[in-house]
Each structure stands twice: as structure tokens, then as C-alpha cells.
């Protein structure tokens, strides 16, 4: 397939049309009925708890957030390779992959309330935590990968980063390591066209991302990161690929960022309604909805209800994460180290006794 | 300020914005770059309007790489440029640590002279803004301890202008850390003119007899609470804020606390190797005679400030440096 | 130790050495890597013969990043090695700045204790060596500002060996500095087993009563030259080496100075928000009523050191920590 | 030529064969007698300099020193096309390079002998200090060529770097800039096959460096670094592209280090005497010199007499250097700002209390 779609030819790969109608049979991924209602559901669950997460955070109970609308499918598709053995490396905006990795939403809503427990996600396997500095947590991947070879596990290792991580050098440094260690990373590149305002054409001048992996001898693939299909199939044959001890994969998932940067971005700034509602057209959940109506596998009319249902689950686990207990004073202090330092137990007593200190001024 | 000069209500980042403006539309060989930079205007607005007056050339968006945009204006400063470049937040200037610390600080003294790198990079640092992670440090004793560098931090709308266009306008690295916790808390008339303020210079902001007080950045509006609570009880607190963090203008503080005999220092930034220690050294060096206290370190944990929900264990409040204050005056 | 121990004579660098070779082969879970690690053996030959002794896949050479480095050991360390990487030099550490501070000293914390990062960042430090530039930073004083981070510094073989076993069997992210100029310089007979020298505890090479000296690394050899020299002029000196930069052994220290009510800090970094500014800051705090005068910091200039030509200005001689034991005496 | 000589192919541009022979004469840079008669004296001078910085140093008159024996004809080349107005933007192992943009070897050798005197290069027009941290000298060049761009100079950068500097974040960064900013930047890569004792194929998977260029979109070719002809030719026409505003270009010189990678260094270590032997082959002067024999251009018989003149002024400039004055301790101080600091004023004085002191000692 990686030589099928040469990134060089900037060819983009798809199966599903933006009308849900398979136009690359030949690649089509080998998928069951029930999986893909349930992949349909899940990402459907997702989206519905983003958006709702962006409101939360508007109504004042939540801090932040990074909506993930519009990139439901890439997540979709990582959750259909992604086994208990395998590594997600995430960056900040892989609502779905999260979930899927076995992270429950309140988890994710705790960590956008406040909590480091949030990001803990202590019933996935193999996750790494939510990383923010741009592009560092590719090279986790890379030593992560090593590792798998050095104890010759069974494990691919999903590192995902965005369009605008690309810049950095650790996004450099991390493909070479991997190429060089012949790590069974699979590197996702979100390509949602935007870093915060910034657009992908103001972030490099090569005619893909695919191709940067050129740079390293990386097998790599220019993907419609809006079709589900599409994503499935070039993620499995990039986990062939990396099992095989070929080395890692760099894959280009094209899509497009709906939403905000963040729920204290206000894109208007910087793009145009015409902009958005061409990329409308390419949305991942109503295309996968056409083809699964068409081919009877989806019942669009009970989806009202299903979202009603997903509606209540989400709102019980933001009122489960809204009630979590306090964040006690010791947790500043007690995962600094392992062997934690008598400089930091007196730092707490010295607080401890400001507080006593405190409540007697009252 | 003269009489008779006009003058304008601005918050700190509106301040910092005029600044900016101010020197653009002055010297041709400014230029100021970073992400977000151009069309948004900055993700705190601190660049805002300033592409569409000045063009593209001059206030522009970088690709997402701070080595490189550092590194890229020390390239343009050896060939004539003044950059300013914006980091988006104090947790994300590491990866240009080596351009910074390598040679945005060196080469001038590497070349002996022949270069020099008159630029400005400018960041907003501290925590109190229910911020994820990597969004609130304070890291100014790191950049104080590096051979080359200024570092300036204004706490006022008067001051960030002023000391932003000192920093403009020195053919020295200037890092300039702005208090992001008060960039809208705090208005103030601010002279619409050009004005500078020296860099290197501590201000008195309350002239006291009992104890020194050093603090800067959004501290000082804490410190100022404290100073009205110890007032109270009778305590009369001389309170400076430091504004540059090196060099360190020890004379003023020397002085100070040859007055007061007490010394309490404010930061938010980790207590080991802090600021507070270096004043404390500067005091024990200069006034030992005169201490009637140890100096007293009012400061951030030696540990990572905490997510929003732990915060408020972390963050200094006016009860926390008046317990500081106390802790002196009744030793 | 215990008698009948196999006692072997042992550089500094031999016993670094012998210390990653006695965990290697213990622990199939250590791996060590960097530029010119494994054919070459390191550039300061710290890992010599080890390739050939565990095979390409335990020591090996990586690419030429050092963000890689740190960063690779980081997600190696979260799924289950313990990485030691080494990088060239103290002043070729920046480019990794954002992988340490962000990562490796974070992690731990980040996932709440969920994830360990047991790995070991090894480099030569330090001037004297006539190196050109950047080969003679001694930035201790920054990474002990960073929260998350312990800092370990050897003055011998003996020490060397130990402190390296224990930030091996550590858990936690451990920054080993290793002065350079004094690899060779020093012969000890060390142990030929396994020891291990507690991190965070400093250690009393020399008792005395008039004076502490607290000095780490290769300053500890002109630091006891100096001491000889007091001793002819009948002045005791107490001589601290302080081994570990963070934590710092508040106790010994604290404990000594309160003996002799004087102290002098020596150090080779900047000066300015350096360790001697935080020992400074410890002693006021804990033993201000015995501090009979100021602390003297006989350190390295806020400046960068020089080349080779320059550098006997800027390097520390036994007669400047003289110097400054007579200042405190005479205060 | 950049389309004929595509890295993907993994093609060296060459010129002229180990033998001195023209074989690709349609690509023959055009250079008159002289200049090639200079060109060839020129890289004689800065090998027998290299030869001789060797020697002081295990005299233990000079503290390490960076051979460039065998690269000579990459200094060379840019020698042919480095106007006053062009800047050169080094690392640490470019002897012919700086010698041609004006620096003396007195300098160098100063440089060497431990003083930052040596890297100002005075007389040198537009020259950066010699570098030290790997690959961070190539940001540097991208804002210089910004900053050509902005004033619209007529110059163009050549910025230098080493096969092993190709590894870090920073050369991802700065090419990636150039690229964006339209930058009149020529990457020059020495391929000399090491990084201290590292071989080149530790270091990438990549086919070659120059394919690396595609990452950014741009233009890029291999380029047989010991064939003086081949780099004259395409920097030549590298320094057209990137005056022409077509932006950067990526060159690769594929090179050997014949000597050790410092005088610290010992090459026996890690490679073997038949590679150093096999590659001893495509020297570059001794190409040149056949091929200029051949055209009757060098009469090689006065090579010995030029070679005595040579070492003759290269001692010369050595012993001007050994005699340069002592390092006064303002130097230490006085550059480190423009505007100096008291508290470095201070530490100046302290210092010189303490000497006084110490004076007094004896
Ligand atoms: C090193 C670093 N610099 C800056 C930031 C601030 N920042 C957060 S998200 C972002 C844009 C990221 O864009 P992209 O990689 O395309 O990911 P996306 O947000 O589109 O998912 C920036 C600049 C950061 N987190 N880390
Ligand atoms: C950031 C950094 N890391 C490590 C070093 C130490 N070092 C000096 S030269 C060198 C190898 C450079 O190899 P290459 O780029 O191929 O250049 P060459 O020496 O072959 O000319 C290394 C690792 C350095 N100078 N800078
Ligand atoms: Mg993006
Ligand atoms: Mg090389």
C-alpha cells in the first residue's frame, strides 16, 4: 500500500466517498457488521461528549478544553488495531482514542477540570499520559518501541501527534530514532489544518506531511483521516508493517478541526464560515452514517433516542467527575519522587503550620 | 511623567501591545514573530492589530518551533534586525533553551563584540489562571543564572511599558517574562508617549520602617495586600518591587534593609535555588550587621504547580507573605 | 567497608565505569546509550569495553540528539528499562532541556506515580581542561531548580561508584554530573563489589572548628589545598563535600555551621542564583544566631568561561578559597 | 539540474572522475585558468595548514584542532561563489571556508590556541563565529536570510553543517524556516561519513542527506564533495536558485574525514585502515591536481617549492599567533553585554582585590 500511495504523487488514500459510497473496494478493510455499529456508536459517543464538554466549559465547569469535533474517524480507526498490548501515545486531543484504550470519560473530564488523576487513566493499558508540549511525546514512542524490541513484545506502539507538531525537532528526531531503531512505532500525524490560528501552509512548504518521511526511509501514507474506512485499512497494514520488524509507519490523517482550538480560541478570527462548511461536506460521522444507512446496518431514526441515552451517560460522568472529592494539599507533594525528599515533607509541614496559622486569624 | 502629556487607561497587555506599536512604527529594523503571532494577534492578544498595521513582513506567524524562533532572530539580529519574539507560555520556551542559552547570550561575547543580538523574548509566566500543565511556571532564577542575559518582569501597565521598551531598545538578550495572571487585572493611565524605565532598577513602592518586603510580577498586588493587613497590626513595611531579576539592583535593597533590619522575598517560582536564595545571599553579604531576622522566603513548593483544582495549595496568597512578614518580626 | 573486601586502584572514570559494568550485568533491564557510547566507548571512554562486554543492544551509540536521547530513555523507562544516557558535555545538555524538565522529571508525577522514571542522565562538567567552548559549563545550580529532579555530583572514585550504583537503583530521574578535569587525576583503591553511597547526604572530609568550606566535584581537591594552607595559619576548617545538589543535606551542613559559625561555599558555576546562593539561604534560615560573619561564595563568575587562554581568570584556585576563608575569619 | 539529479534516484553529481577526468562535461562549471590554478593553490595552502595545525598541536602548542584533511574541496567550492556580501554561516571544520571569506590563519590558529580573538574574524565581511553545539548555527543562517530578504540585500547565506548535525532537531527546524520564509540560504552537508567514532549509516535510514530536503519542498541534490567541480557547479546554480527567490537549496557533499575527527580523537578505534585506504582514492586535491596536469595547467614539480613557501608563511602566521598578547582579565568581562552589568564590575574588582591580595601572599 505504501508504495500504491506514494506520497511523492500526493494521492490521498480513500475508500468511502464524502456520500458514503465505496469508491476503492479493492482496499476496503475487512470489518464486521457489529464492529462497525459499534465503531459508528463509539464515535458517535464521542462526539456527543464533545460538545458536550464545550458546553460544560461555557456554563463554568470545566477549564479548558480541545474539541476533537470533526476528527471523530481518526480515532475511530485507531480503536479498531489498538489491542491491550499495544502503546497509545497521545498528545491532547484523541478523545476517542482515549476511550477506547479503555480511559473513561469522567477520567478525561476530570483532567480538563483540574486533576492530574484525570490523566491517570488507570484501567487502560498501555497509555501514556496526556502530553502538552508539542511533538516531545513522539519520542516516548520511539524509546517506548525500543523497548518493545528490546523484551521482544508483541506490541505496536500508536504515537499521534498534529499538522503544526511537524515544526518541531523532536518530531525529527523522533522518526529518525524509530527509523533507526527499527521501532514498531505508527505515527499519527491529526492533519486538521490549523495550529490554533496558524494554517498548514504557513508551517512548511512540502507538498504533504507523508512525505516527511521520506527524510528518514520511512514507509508512509497520505490519508483521508475523515473516512473510516480509509484509516482502518492503512492503519493495519502499517501494525503489519511494524510487527513485521519493517520499522514504523508515518501516517497523514487529513482532516479538519470544526471546532476551536480550544474552548478559549475563537476561530472566526482567522477562518471563514465558507472554509468551514466546505469541510462540513468531508464530516466523518455523516459520511459513515450514508454508507451504514445504505447498506441497512444503521437505523438513523433511532439515533435520537441512542443520543438521548449517551446524553444521560455523559452528563452522570461529569456529575460523577464534578464530585470528586478535594484535591488534598498532600498530592502536591507526594508523586514529585518516588523517594520523596525531606525537603519537600518540611515544605509541606511549613504550609501545614501557615494554614493553622491562617485559620486562627479568623 | 511631564505634565501636560496624554494619557490612556491599559491593561498590562495593552501596555505591552503599545510598546510594541510604539517601536514599530519608529525603527524599520524591529521586527516581532512567534506562534500566533501575525493574524491572531497572540493567544493573550499582546500582538493584536499589529500585522494589519505594520504588514506581514514585520508581524508575522512562525512555524511551530521555538529553537528555531529564537535561533532565526539571533540569525536576523547579527544581520541588522531588532527582533521581539513571543513564546506562548513559559512551560514552552525549553525547547529553545540551547538558542537561548547557547547563543542568544553568546554571541556577542563569543565574537568579542562584533555581533550583537538586541532582541527581545518575550513570555508570560506564573500560575493563578486555571491553566493545564506547562502553563504556569516560573522559571526567572533559571534565566538569571545564565552568563548573558537580562531578565525583566514588570507587575504594572506603567511599568510594562516602560521596561518593554528599555528592552526594545538595549542591544543586550533581553528575556522579558510578563505577569499573565495580572495582564487584565490591572488598569492604569499609562502615558500615551514613549517613555522608558532603566532596566537593572528596583522601585520602592511603599516606603516602611519594620521590614522589607521584595517582591515583582503578579506578587507585588499580593505583597500589597499583605502590606494593608500588616499595616493594620502596626507594621510598617517598605515594599520594592525588584522589575529586573539580574542584574539585581542590590544597591536599593541593601539599603532598604540596612533600614528595616528584616527582609521577606516573594516569588512564585521554586524555592531551592530561587530568587529568594540569591537575595538572601545579597543581604547576608552586604547588610549581615544589620539583619535582625533571617531573611524570610515566601515561595512556590519545590514542586510543579499543581493542576487548576490543586492551585490554591500552591499559589501565594496576602495571608501566606503576612505570615512571612510575622514570622520575621517575631523572631 | 567491611575487611576482606577486593580493594582495585581506580580513576574517577574507571570507577563510573566499573559501576554501570556491575549493574549491566545485574540487571537485564539497563541499557546505556549516547553519542559515541558503544564502539568508541564514550569520548571520555566512560563506557569503554562495555559494547563488546552486553552487546550493541545494551550499549550502543545513538544518532546525534539530544532531545532523542533524554526523551528515548523516557519512554523506554515507562515501559520497564532503566536507561542511563550520557551526553557529551554539560554545555551539549540544552538541546534536551524540554525533555528533562517536561518529561523526565515529570512523568512520576504527571501520571501519579503511575509511570517511574528510573533512568540516569550522566555528563562531565566543569572547567580546567582547556577545552573550547561550551566543554566547561557547570550548570548544577539549574538543574536543581527544576522540580523533579535530584542532582549528583562525586569528588572520587570511591564516590563515583557508589553515588552511580545508588542513581542507578534510584527510581527517580537522576541528573550525575562528573568532574572532568579531575577523571584521571585522582587514584583511589575502591571497592571491587557493589556498594552504594546514599544520595542526598553530604559528607565531613575533614573536621574542624574554626570554619566550614562546603565545596562538591573538583573543587574539592583545591578546596583542601586551601585547607592546608589555613591549617599552617592555624585556622580549623571544617570541609564539607556536598555530594548531591538536590536535595540538599540541610542537616550536616547546618549542624557544622553551628559549630564553627563561619562558612565559605565554593563552587565553579556563575555566581548569581548559583549553589552558593541556596546554601546561603539555608544557613540564614537555620543558623542565623551562630553566623558569627557573612557567607563568603568563592565561585565562578557571571560570565562565560573562557577559552583555554582566559581561563586561569575564571577557574578557582586554592588561593581564592584562602581568600575567602580570611574574609569570613576576619570579618 | 536539481530535477536531473534527483536525490530520490540517490545519484552523485560528479564532474570529474578519481582520475582527473572530465566525465560529465555538460556540467563543467565554467572557470578560467586562474581562478582554477588559485583555487587548486588555495586548497594546497589549507592542507598543508591542516597538516601543520596537526603537528603544533602534538607539539602541545596548540590545544585541539579539527582536521579538515580530505573535505578540502568543499571549502573549495564555496570559495568559487562566497562574494563579500554573501555571509558564511560555519560550524567548526570549514579551514578553506573561512580562510577564502577573509579570515587569516593567524586567527584560526588563535582560535585554537584558546582565544575568542580568533573567531571574530575581522577582516572577514559577513562571517559568523565559529560554532560549537551541533546544527544550531543552520537557525541562524534562516534568520540571516530573512533579514536579506527583509532589507533586500543581494546575498545569499551558506550555512555549514556535518552528516552527524542532520541528526538533531535543530537542522529539521532551520530548513523547514528557510523553506517557509522563501530564504536565500544554501545548506551545505560535509558527508563525511563520521560523527566523532559514529558512521553515517547510525545515523539516518534516509537513502541519502539530500533527500532529506523533500520534508521541506526543497530542492536538493548529492554532490560528490571531493570533486572541486562538481561543488562549484552546483552551488553555483544553488546560489541562482535561491537569488532568484526561489528559496533555499539542500546540498549534500559527500565527502571523507581522512584524519581523526579532533586531535583528541583516535579514528583506529572504530574503522579500518582499508576504508580510510579505499577513500584515500577520491582525493580531492590529488583529483584536481591530475586533471590540471593533465590540461597542463600545474607543473607538479613546483609543488615542492610552493609547499616550502607555504609551510614557511604557515609558521609564520603560527608564531604571530604564539606571540599574541596574554589574556587580559577584562576580557573575560567586558563582552559579555553591551551595556555591562555592576554586578560583573564588581566580580572584576573583587577579583582583582584578591590578586592583590595573593601578591601579597608571596
Ligand atoms: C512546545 C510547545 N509550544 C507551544 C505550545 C502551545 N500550543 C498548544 S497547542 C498548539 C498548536 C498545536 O497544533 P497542532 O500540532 O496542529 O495540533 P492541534 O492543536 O491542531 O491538534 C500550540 C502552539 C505547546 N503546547 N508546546
Ligand atoms: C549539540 C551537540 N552535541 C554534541 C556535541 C559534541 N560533538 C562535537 S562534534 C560531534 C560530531 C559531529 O559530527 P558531524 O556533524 O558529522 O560533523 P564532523 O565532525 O564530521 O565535521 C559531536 C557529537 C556538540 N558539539 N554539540
Ligand atoms: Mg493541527
Ligand atoms: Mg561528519
Not at chain 1, 478525561?108 to 496526556?130: C, H, Q, R, S, W
Not at chain 2, 487584565?184 to 528596583?202: D, L, T
Amino acid at each position: 500500500m505504501f508504495k500504491e500511495y506514494s506520497p511523492l504523487d500526493d494521492k490521498l488514500f480513500q475508500v468511502m466517498d464524502n456520500d458514503g459510497k465505496i469508491i476503492n473496494p479493492d482496499w476496503m478493510p475487512d470489518i464486521s457488521d457489529e464492529r462497525l455499529q459499534k465503531a459508528f456508536k463509539d464515535m458517535l459517543f464521542a462526539r456527543q461528549a464533545d460538545l458536550m464538554a464545550v458546553s460544560y466549559q461555557r456554563q463554568g465547569r470545566m477549564f479548558t478544553y480541545p474539541p476533537n469535533f470533526g476528527q471523530e474517524a481518526i480515532s475511530g480507526g485507531l480503536a479498531q488495531v489498538m489491542r491491550d498490548q499495544d502503546w497509545l501515545v497521545p498528545a491532547f486531543r484523541e478523545l476517542g482514542a482515549w476511550l477506547a484504550k479503555g480511559a473513561t470519560l469522567k477520567e478525561v473530564f476530570l483532567y480538563f477540570m483540574g486533576y492530574e488523576d484525570g490523566t491517570v487513566f488507570k484501567n487502560a493499558k498501555n497509555i501514556t499520559p496526556i502530553s502538552v508540549p508539542i511533538g516531545s511525546q513522539l519520542i516516548h514512542a520511539a524509546g517506548i518501541g525500543y523497548a518493545v524490541n528490546y523484551k521482544k513484545e508483541d506490541s505496536v506502539v500508536y504515537a499521534i501527534i498534529g499538522d503544526g507538531g511537524t515544526s518541531i525537532g523532536d518530531f525529527h528526531e523522533a522518526l529518525n530514532f524509530a527509523t533507526v531503531w527499527n521501532a514498531p512505532v505508527v505515527f499519527v500525524v491529526q492533519n486538521n489544518q490549523f495550529a490554533i490560528s496558524v494554517p498548514f501552509k504557513k508551517q512548511t512548504r512540502s507538498i504533504n506531511i507523508a512525505v516527511k518521511g521520506i527524510a528518514y526511509g520511512m514507509s508512509s501514507i497520505k490519508v483521508d483521516g475523515n473516512d473510516l474506512f480509509a484509516m482502518t485499512r492503512a492503519l493495519r497494514e502499517a501494525e503489519a508493517h511494524a510487527k513485521s520488524g519493517k520499522g514504523p509507519v508515518l501516517i497523514e490523517a487529513l482532516t479538519y478541526r470544526r471546532g476551536a482550538h480550544t474552548t478559549s480560541d475563537d476561530p472566526t478570527k482567522y477562518r471563514t464560515k465558507e472554509e468551514e462548511e466546505k469541510w462540513s461536506i468531508t464530516d466523518p460521522l455523516d459520511r459513515l452514517r450514508k454508507y451504514m444507512v445504505a447498506q441497512k446496518l444503521w437505523d438513523a431514526s433511532q439515533e435520537e433516542n441512542l443520543l438521548a441515552e449517551y446524553k444521560k451517560e455523559i452528563d452522570r460522568q461529569f456529575e460523577e467527575a464534578e464530585n470528586y472529592p478535594a484535591y488534598p494539599l498532600d498530592d502536591v507533594f507526594r508523586h514529585m519522587y518516588v523517594d520523596i525528599t525531606d525537603d519537600l515533607k518540611e515544605q509541606k509541614v511549613e504550609h501545614e503550620k501557615f494554614l493553622k496559622w491562617k485559620e486562627g486569624l479568623k | 511623567m511631564e505634565g501636560g502629556t496624554e494619557m490612556k487607561v491599559m491593561t498590562i497587555v495593552q501596555a505591552i501591545t503599545d510598546a510594541i506599536d510604539i517601536k514599530l512604527a519608529e525603527d524599520p529594523t524591529i521586527v516581532t514573530f512567534g506562534e500566533d503571532v501575525g493574524v491572531e494577534g497572540g493567544v493573550f492578544r499582546a500582538t493584536e492589530g499589529l500585522q494589519k498595521k505594520y504588514g506581514e513582513h514585520r508581524v508575522f506567524d512562525s512555524p511551530l518551533a521555538e529553537s528555531a524562533i529564537v535561533g532565526s532572530a539571533v540569525g536576523m539580529a547579527m544581520n541588522g534586525l531588532r527582533p521581539i519574539v513571543e513564546m506562548q507560555f513559559c512551560g514552552f520556551v525549553y525547547p529553545a533553551m540551547n538558542q537561548i542559552i547557547s547563543h542568544a547570550a553568546r554571541i556577542h561575547n563569543r565574537s568579542r563584540g562584533r555581533y550583537k543580538t538586541p532582541m527581545v523574548i518575550r513570555f508570560p509566566y506564573g500560575g493563578g489562571i486555571n491553566a493545564l500543565e506547562h502553563h504556569s511556571e516560573s522559571m526567572e532564577a533559571m534565566y538569571g543564572h545564565i552568563p548573558g542575559l537580562k531578565v525583566v518582569i514588570p507587575s504594572t501597565p506603567y511599568d510594562a511599558k516602560g521596561l518593554l521598551i528599555s528592552a526594545i531598545e538595549s542591544d543586550d538578550t533581553i528575556i522579558f517574562m510578563e505577569p499573565k495572571r495580572i495582564y487584565r487585572a490591572i488598569k492604569q493611565e499609562v502615558p500615551e508617549e514613549k517613555y522608558s524605565i532603566p532596566i537593572g532598577k528596583a522601585k520602592i513602592l511603599n516606603e516602611g520602617t519594620d521590614i522589607t518586603v521584595i517582591a515583582y510580577g503578579a506578587m507585588i498586588r499580593e505583597a500589597q495586600k499583605a502590606v494593608a493587613m500588616a499595616k493594620k497590626d502596626g507594621i510598617s513595611v517598605e515594599l520594592i518591587d525588584l522589575r529586573t531579576i539580574y542584574p539585581i539592583d542590590k544597591q536599593t535593597i541593601v539599603e532598604s534593609v540596612k533600614k528595616t533590619g528584616r527582609m521577606v522575598v516573594v516569588h512564585e517560582g521554586p524555592n531551592t535555588f530561587g530568587v529568594g536564595a540569591e537575595l538572601t545571599a545579597i543581604i547576608n553579604e552586604e547588610a549581615f550587621l544589620n539583619q535582625e531576622a533571617p531573611v524570610v522566603r515566601v515561595t512556590g513548593f519545590d514542586t510543579i504547580v499543581p493542576l487548576p483544582r490543586g492551585e490554591h495549595h500552591y499559589i501565594i496568597s496576602p495571608e501566606k507573605i503576612y505570615y512571612g512578614i510575622q514570622k520575621s518580626i517575631k523572631f
